[in-house]
């Protein structure tokens, strides 16, 4: 039997679906249990976004190893979308991807890796593709319930990736974000507190970038805020609580949310946990910080983002 498909109960009634199958097919995230019974049941291709020489000490069984998920940079103009799509339709086409399997995303630990795995989801939801999961807890979740390991290389099998599948409407431009500065859009950082302070310019030094600073009129919440601590190791926050999170920045559920961090990483983190949690209308700016903080001409700001201290009351006439 196939995971996410009906299984008749009795001729002539109705269809049933397991509670586990319900989950799989409407949850992005999948656990490390769900996940080893994916791969003896349905044509899956995983994929390890660690780098080469921390997938050769030890993989999923069966993983292809794509780093390019996490180092590639892109800028948002015409040609260097263009790029993104042209160079991760090769990438995912030499995976085994032709839209039949099932991509499943991992990294070492959701909260060591930059969002990572999840780039790779935003990369393949943007794109169009009709099965994308993440593996919820990464490889150490994998690790830590003793399930197997590989160190053998893999050589998949090649395939076209689908031409004919529309790109979805989540990735923003400069321009858009240009033009939603002093709107009503929710204008989201989920970078560390040393790049939203002003410290830091990313997370590869302080200096890496030109300027430092963030959006005006950005709102932040850290990435990190959306995982918890489990015995397997940090895994995403439930629905309830990423919607508390936000909650305390002011942002709901049906706001219009663009989120940026430094080059769509960290951002792609936030951008699944923001979708499961039920936010209608999330996009991501893919160039993020890496490309507005190069141009002069945007806008930062880059004071201390503090409240001021306020006047002192005066004091009433007896």
């Given at each position: 039997m196939l995971l996410g498909t009906s299984v008749a109960i009795k001729a002539g009634t109705a269809c049933a679906v397991t509670s586990v199958e319900i989950a799989m097919t409407t949850s992005v995230l999948v656990s490390p249990e769900q996940l080893s019974s994916m791969m003896g049941t349905e044509p899956v291709v995983i994929i390890d976004t660690r780098d080469a020489d921390t997938y050769a000490a030890?993989?999923?069984?069966?993983?292809?190893?794509?780093?390019?998920?996490?180092?590639?940079?892109?800028?948002?103009?015409?040609?260097?979308?263009?790029?993104?799509?042209?160079?991760?339709?090769?990438?995912?086409?030499?995976?085994?991807?032709?839209?039949?399997?099932?991509?499943?995303?991992?990294?070492?630990?959701?909260?060591?890796?930059?969002?990572?795995?999840?780039?790779?989801?935003?990369?393949?939801?943007?794109?169009?593709?009709?099965?994308?999961?993440?593996?919820?807890?990464?490889?150490?979740?994998?690790?830590?319930?003793?399930?197997?390991v590989s160190t053998e290389s893999v050589a998949p099998k090649a395939t076209s990736f689908p031409s004919t599948l529309a790109t979805a409407d989540v990735m923003l431009t400069k321009d858009d974000m240009v033009a939603a500065l002093g709107s009503d859009v929710a204008l989201l950082d989920v970078r560390d507190i040393d790049e939203w302070t002003g410290e830091s310019s990313s997370p590869y030094g302080k200096d890496f970038a030109p300027r430092k600073g963030r959006l005006p009129g950005a709102k932040w919440i850290e990435w990190y805020r959306f995982m918890k601590p489990s015995p397997q190791g940090p895994v995403f926050k439930s629905p309830l609580e990423v919607q508390a999170e936000c909650a305390t920045a002011g942002i709901a559920t049906d706001d219009t949310v663009y989120l940026y961090c430094f080059k769509g990483a960290r951002a792609s983190n936030t951008f699944l946990a923001l979708k499961q949690a039920g936010f209608s209308d999330v996009r991501m700016y893919f160039g993020s910080w890496n490309e507005w903080s190069r141009d002069d001409s945007l806008p930062i700001e880059s004071d201390a983002p503090i409240m001021k201290s306020r006047p002192p009351a005066l004091a009433l006439a007896a």
């Open positions: 030890g993989h999923l069984p069966g993983a292809v190893n794509m780093r390019e998920i996490f180092t590639f940079l892109a800028t948002s103009t015409a040609e260097g979308l263009t790029a993104l799509k042209s160079t991760f339709a090769e990438h995912f086409g030499m995976a085994g991807l032709s839209g039949l399997e099932t991509a499943v995303f991992y990294e070492d630990a959701l909260n060591s890796g930059y969002g990572q795995s999840c780039r790779g989801y935003y990369l393949l939801t943007w794109l169009g593709y009709p099965k994308v999961k993440v593996l919820n807890g990464g490889f150490s979740a994998w690790k830590a319930l003793g399930l197997p």
